[in-house]
């Protein structure tokens, strides 16, 4: 009995002694961190966890692994070839790297091997801290992403080189896209099916990717994933005041709202009260149409759900910030564009605008184009164009000349008039697209045709049309005098030289020469219509005689 109770007290004293020291110290002591070496104590390189040398920055992400951002431990999930570091902390600090087995787990040296394949990073950090908390108290246990796995997936249907491709997990199915080459035209882009363990996990949409910087309709991509590019098929379409109007790829679950967004929006004169919706009916013949107010984005028309062909038009809001102006171009200070109101802005107000006249402008000379009258179609005039003049009627000649000479689109102003005599029924109001020609004043007459010397002359506001003629060395030997014409700078109006009152700067004085005339043949074609006459005669004379 004394022996038995002296072992109870030597018993009761090595545990007293063993509860005296830190648990946790008492753990580490009697597990085995390190292999059995003479030489463990001395190397410092030596971790508990199997002689794991510590990592130096250079270990951590090779330059080659291009990541978008920081990687979320909640999204990103573990699989094999990711490399962690694990630390340990309590009394005693210690870290080593491990990485995860092709069978999806991770080894902790001299401890076991835990199933992390599947996990992401954060559910790894609790299975370890749960396992190792098995074997010791009062320690803290972290893992470090250090490695990036690398693995193959597939993408196949329409891109320009299906196959496998190297990814990672940091990996988007935009980037594996970009690898096959690309989509081919009639590959779908926003109904790119993600299969995994041979079932539909998920869907990329690269529009609405490219869209709204979502990256959830650009998913990562996980081992052993095949990507599938389908043949587009279906279609929506949206015309009119939006920025990038067409059709665009239809996916089930399409709004107006998603449409709207996928042509970026719509421009700043849309008319979003009214937006009409066209949709076949059931026939597939006739459609029928319904109107949507899309000012209010939480409001139901925003959300109301597409079917394939539907079509959606948004108009523009009528004149919304239509720009009006008028050319001023010639003989004014400041040539150039200026901005007019509608059915106010007058001729003497741009006029102002430019700075007025210079010296060398003739009022004139000057005219007003309206654009809108210049682009009315003659048809008559441009069948006149495409016949010869011999085979015209002279009416038909008569109104050829007078189209050929006339400027179209001349507005009926008389410049000096209005500037001069301050008569302000000249005064038009402008019009958008109106130009407004002001003439250099060329204080010349000009005189050519069949007369000695055919120039230009100084103008003078008491010369008539013979005495410019006479300056010009009177008429020519072969002038037709009777036919000499006054062609007015103004208007291009040809007016007898007989009906000329009084002359203008820029006129000219037109003296045609006399027509080639064959006398001969002129004789001969009479004296054989002569004869012909005389034979008829003759003939009629006998028959009446029978």
Same mark, same amino acid.
């Given at each position: 009995?004394?022996?038995?109770?002296?072992?109870?007290?030597?018993?009761?004293?090595?545990?007293?002694?063993?509860?005296?020291?830190?648990?946790?110290?008492?753990?580490?002591?009697?597990?085995?961190?390190?292999?059995?070496?003479?030489?463990?104590?001395?190397?410092?390189?030596?971790?508990?966890?199997?002689?794991?040398?510590?990592?130096?920055?250079?270990?951590?992400?090779?330059?080659?692994?291009?990541?978008?951002?920081?990687?979320?431990?909640?999204?990103?999930?573990?699989?094999?070839?990711?490399?962690?570091?694990?630390?340990?902390?309590?009394?005693?600090?210690?870290?080593?790297?491990?990485?995860?087995?092709?069978?999806?787990?991770?080894?902790?040296?001299?401890?076991?091997?835990?199933?992390?394949?599947?996990?992401?990073?954060?559910?790894?950090?609790?299975?370890?801290?749960?396992?190792?908390?098995?074997?010791?108290?009062?320690?803290?246990?972290?893992?470090?992403?250090?490695?990036?796995?690398?693995?193959?997936?597939?993408?196949?249907?329409?891109?320009?080189?299906?196959?496998?491709?190297?990814?990672?997990?940091?990996?988007?199915?935009?980037?594996?896209?970009?690898?096959?080459?690309?989509?081919?035209?009639?590959? /779908?882009?926003?109904?790119?099916?993600?299969?995994?363990?041979?079932?539909?996990?998920?869907?990329?949409?690269?529009?609405?990717?490219?869209?709204?910087?979502?990256?959830?309709?650009?998913?990562?991509?996980?081992?052993?994933?095949?990507?599938?590019?389908?043949?587009?098929?279906?279609?929506?379409?949206?015309?009119?005041?939006?920025?990038?109007?067409?059709?665009?790829?239809?996916?089930?679950?399409?709004?107006?709202?998603?449409?709207?967004?996928?042509?970026?929006?719509?421009?700043?004169?849309?008319?979003?009260?009214?937006?009409?919706?066209?949709?076949?009916?059931?026939?597939?013949?006739?459609?029928?149409?319904?109107?949507?107010?899309? /000012?209010?984005?939480?409001?139901?028309?925003?959300?109301?759900?597409?079917?394939?062909?539907?079509?959606?038009?948004?108009?523009?809001?009528?004149?919304?910030?239509?720009?009006?102006?008028?050319?001023?171009?010639?003989?004014?200070?400041?040539?150039?564009?200026?901005?007019?109101?509608?059915?106010?802005?007058?001729?003497?107000?741009?006029?102002?605008?430019?700075?007025?006249?210079?010296?060398?402008? /003739?009022?004139?000379?000057?005219?007003?184009?309206?654009?809108?009258?210049?682009?009315?179609?003659?048809?008559?005039?441009?069948?006149?164009?495409?016949?010869?003049?011999?085979?015209?009627?002279?009416?038909?000649?008569?109104?050829?000349?007078?189209?050929?000479?006339?400027?179209?689109?001349?507005?009926?102003?008389?410049?000096?008039?209005?500037?001069?005599?301050?008569?302000?029924?000249?005064?038009?109001?402008?019009?958008?697209?109106?130009?407004?020609?002001?003439?250099?004043?060329?204080?010349?007459?000009?005189?050519?045709?069949?007369?000695?010397?055919?120039?230009?002359?100084?103008?003078?506001?008491?010369?008539?049309?013979?005495?410019?003629?006479?300056?010009?060395?009177?008429?020519?030997?072969?002038?037709?005098?009777?036919?000499?014409?006054?062609?007015?700078?103004?208007?291009?109006?040809?007016?007898?030289?007989?009906?000329?009152?009084?002359?203008?700067?820029?006129?000219?004085?037109?003296?045609?020469?006399?027509?080639?005339?064959?006398?001969?043949?002129?004789? /001969?074609?009479?004296?054989?219509?002569?004869?012909?006459?005389?034979?008829?005669?003759?003939?009629?004379?006998?028959?009446?005689?029978?």
């Amino acid at each position: 009995m004394r022996i038995l109770s002296v072992y109870r007290i030597s018993v009761a004293i090595v545990v007293l002694s063993i509860l005296g020291t830190d648990v946790s110290y008492a753990q580490m002591d009697r597990w085995p961190y390190r292999p059995a070496s003479p030489n463990a104590e001395a190397d410092s390189t030596v971790g508990l966890f199997g002689g794991a040398p510590a990592f130096g920055p250079a270990n951590i992400l090779d330059g080659g692994q291009v990541i978008e951002g920081t990687l979320s431990p909640d999204s990103y999930y573990v699989g094999p070839g990711d490399g962690f570091l694990i630390t340990v902390w309590g009394k005693r600090n210690e870290h080593f790297q491990s990485y995860v087995t092709p069978e999806g787990k991770l080894l902790i040296p001299q401890i076991s091997e835990i199933m992390v394949g599947g996990l992401t990073i954060e559910e790894l950090r609790g299975r370890l801290t749960e396992e190792i908390n098995k074997y010791f108290l009062d320690v803290r246990v972290d893992a470090t992403l250090i490695q990036l796995r690398q693995f193959q997936v597939y993408i196949l249907g329409e891109v320009a080189r299906p196959g496998g491709y190297p990814a990672r997990a940091v990996d988007r199915v935009s980037q594996l896209v970009d690898r096959s080459g690309g989509l081919l035209p009639d590959g /779908s882009a926003r109904a790119i099916e993600i299969l995994r363990d041979g079932a539909i996990s998920s869907y990329a949409d690269l529009i609405r990717f490219n869209v709204d910087g979502d990256l959830d309709h650009n998913p990562f991509l996980r081992d052993g994933d095949v990507v599938l590019v389908r043949h587009r098929s279906e279609e929506i379409s949206i015309d009119g005041s939006v920025r990038v109007p067409g059709p665009f790829e239809f996916r089930a679950g399409d709004s107006a709202g998603t449409l709207v967004r996928l042509s970026r929006g719509f421009q700043p004169d849309a008319l979003v009260s009214e937006v009409e919706l066209v949709r076949f009916n059931v026939d597939q013949f006739t459609t029928s149409s319904t109107i949507l107010d899309l /000012s209010d984005t939480t409001s139901s028309d925003w959300r109301t759900p597409l079917r394939a062909d539907d079509r959606i038009f948004v108009r523009s809001k009528p004149e919304w910030h239509r720009r009006r102006s008028v050319t001023i171009e010639g003989e004014v200070k400041y040539p150039g564009i200026y901005s007019i109101e509608k059915d106010s802005t007058k001729l003497t107000q741009v006029i102002s605008l430019a700075g007025g006249f210079t010296d060398e402008a /003739s009022l004139l000379e000057s005219y007003v184009v309206r654009s809108d009258t210049t682009e009315l179609e003659d048809p008559e005039f441009e069948r006149l164009k495409l016949t010869d003049p011999s085979d015209m009627t002279p009416t038909e000649y008569s109104y050829f000349k007078m189209k050929s000479r006339s400027l179209s689109g001349v507005m009926v102003v008389d410049f000096l008039r209005l500037f001069r005599g301050q008569d302000q029924s000249e005064d038009i109001t402008l019009r958008n697209g109106d130009l407004i020609f002001v003439t250099q004043n060329r204080e010349t007459v000009l005189v050519t045709g069949q007369v000695a010397v055919p120039g230009a002359m100084t103008f003078n506001p008491t010369f008539g049309v013979e005495d410019y003629i006479e300056r010009s060395g009177g008429y020519g030997w072969n002038a037709r005098k009777g036919k000499t014409r006054v062609i007015r700078a103004k208007t291009g109006e040809w007016i007898w030289a007989n009906e000329v009152d009084s002359l203008g700067p820029g006129d000219t004085i037109w003296v045609p020469d006399k027509p080639y005339r064959d006398w001969w043949s002129i004789f /001969s074609e009479g004296l054989a219509t002569t004869g012909q006459v005389v034979t008829i005669f003759l003939v009629v004379d006998t028959l009446r005689r029978r």
